[in-house]
């Protein structure tokens, strides 16, 4: 495997995790009755999309694919989710577990930036990494 296809892989991580990102947080968001934290949900699921296009488009300009699904790990995520979950859960739960969610992409992401990037790959890494944190600050300020 050449360095590029390193980086590639590397950089499809990244994407994977926020594609698990935005699949959990329509799960949260439709548990979730508060207009106010159901808003802020919606905009940090906003935030994913936004970082899955930034990626998708630095990957497509590198000479790489995108991998724009799931995959296993993804599925399987969704399905423990929505078991831990249950049918009835109050906003303080869904919150919780969103933090899990965005501390666990916060960690696969500095995960990525440990590996083989070039120096514009590893920016795009950190600026991704950056969102995430400021959304796990959100969340916790809704626990305030």
């Known amino acids: 495997m050449n360095n590029n296809e390193e980086i590639m892989k590397s950089i499809n991580e ?14 949260f ?9 159901k808003n802020t949900f919606q905009s940090i699921q906003k935030q994913h999309r936004e970082n899955i ?7 497509q300009d590198e000479g790489g694919q995108p991998d724009e699904n799931l995959g296993i790990k993804g599925i399987m995520g969704d399905i423990k989710l929505n078991m831990d979950l249950g049918a009835q ?3 303080k739960e869904v919150i919780e577990k969103a933090i899990g969610g965005e501390t666990q992409g916060v960690n ?4 990525v930036l ?9 920016e795009l890494a950190g600026n991704i990494l950056q969102n995430d944190r ?10 305030s």
């Open 14 to 27: 990244l994407l994977q995790g926020e594609y698990m990102a935005i699949e959990s947080f329509n799960n």
């Open 29 to 37: 968001i439709s548990r979730l009755a508060d207009g106010n934290v």
């Open 53 to 59: 296009e930034i990626i998708a488009t630095y990957m």
């Open 89 to 91: 859960s109050d906003a």
């Open 108 to 111: 696969m992401a500095e995960k």
């Open 114 to 122: 440990r590996g083989k990037l070039d120096d514009k790959s590893r």
């Open 134 to 143: 400021r959304s796990i600050e959100r969340l916790k300020n809704l626990l």
